[in-house]
């Protein structure tokens, strides 16, 4: 077990700055990274993407397990985490068991925001489709891995039995973040191909964007669905609200959350005037545009990570 900070418990003075880690496949994760920093813009981050083996959706899961667990160990150990955030709903839905048994920190996952999806979905429904008993209906947009994963079928029987859930594998979209992010041109005839058949059903309240990635393509999305007709639903701010459950921010919650428009010129600020402040981790460190995606949300250019494959 990687020695660190106490688990679940609240961070020690000792523990207090050291960083959290947000850790995904690729730069998806940097959408949950900004929005930890949004919510909490004084707190220590650090970045470790497996883009090596970039996408995860597409892999075999006997292969996937043993690959996170190496990646996310030698990660902490690098970096000195006091946390780990898995923003990727892949390695979340299939390898957050065999991470909590593997270190001694607390280790805080990514999953399909069913629930709130449903609950979004009942509200928005017209009062003529109810009066007819017709369900909720509701996407799962996602990769192939977290689409057919059984995890997400639980959430789907506990959460939504009610309504209608179109599944939809978009793996394109995975792809399609990455290239933005590093700054090569857009290509919106990809985000709508991948949603075609999505667009066309009438009766769609709300899309989850069920991988970190999908909200780099946020306005994309709502342009091919309809902004007004389509309501879009991540993950991003209740991890960053997990996170400050597990570390013991509470404290400081009311006092954030009074504040959110002050916190976002901090980021702002903070991310043009300091850059290169924390750490960034990579299996891949030179590829191709990688330092210019991590320098957007403020992490330095990546540094190659090793560990025993």
Not at 180 to 205: K, M, Q, T
């Amino acid at each position: 077990m990687s020695p660190a900070c106490p688990g679940d418990t609240p961070a020690s003075d000792s523990c207090s700055s050291a960083p959290v880690l947000v850790f995904d496949s690729g730069v998806g994760g940097l959408s949950v990274a900004a929005e930890i920093r949004r919510q909490w813009p004084q707190l220590s981050l650090a970045y470790v993407c497996d883009n090596a083996a970039l996408p995860y959706g597409t892999k075999p899961d006997d292969w996937l397990i043993p690959r996170i667990v190496q990646v996310c160990v030698a990660a902490v150990e690098a970096s000195g985490a006091r946390a780990l955030v898995v923003a990727c709903n892949t390695a979340s839905t299939l390898a957050l068991t065999a991470l909590r048994e593997a270190l001694s920190i607390p280790v805080i996952g990514t999953v399909p925001a069913i629930k709130p999806a449903a609950a979004s979905a009942r509200a928005r429904q017209s009062a003529a489709r109810r009066e007819k008993c017709e369900p909720p209906v509701f996407a799962l947009l996602a990769t192939s891995a977290t689409v057919r994963r059984a995890y997400t079928e639980q959430l789907i029987r506990d959460f939504a039995a009610d309504c209608r859930v179109i599944r939809v594998a978009a793996d394109p979209l995975v792809a399609e973040a990455e290239r933005r992010l590093r700054g090569e041109p857009a290509r919106p005839e990809v985000v709508a191909a991948s949603l075609a058949d999505l667009a066309a059903v009438e009766a769609l309240e709300v899309v989850i964007l069920g991988c970190t990635h999908f909200p780099l393509l946020g306005a994309d999305i709502s342009q091919v669905l309809g902004e007004s007709r389509v309501a879009l639903v991540d993950s991003g701010a209740a991890i960053a609200r997990r996170v400050a459950e597990v570390l013991a921010l509470g404290a400081a919650a009311q006092a954030a959350e009074q504040q959110v428009a002050q916190a976002d010129q901090q980021v702002a600020q903070a991310v043009q005037s300091a850059p290169h402040e924390h750490l960034a981790l990579a299996t891949d460190a030179r590829q191709p545009g990688l330092a210019t995606a991590l320098a957007s949300q403020g992490f330095a250019a990546p540094q190659a990570l090793s560990f025993d494959d």
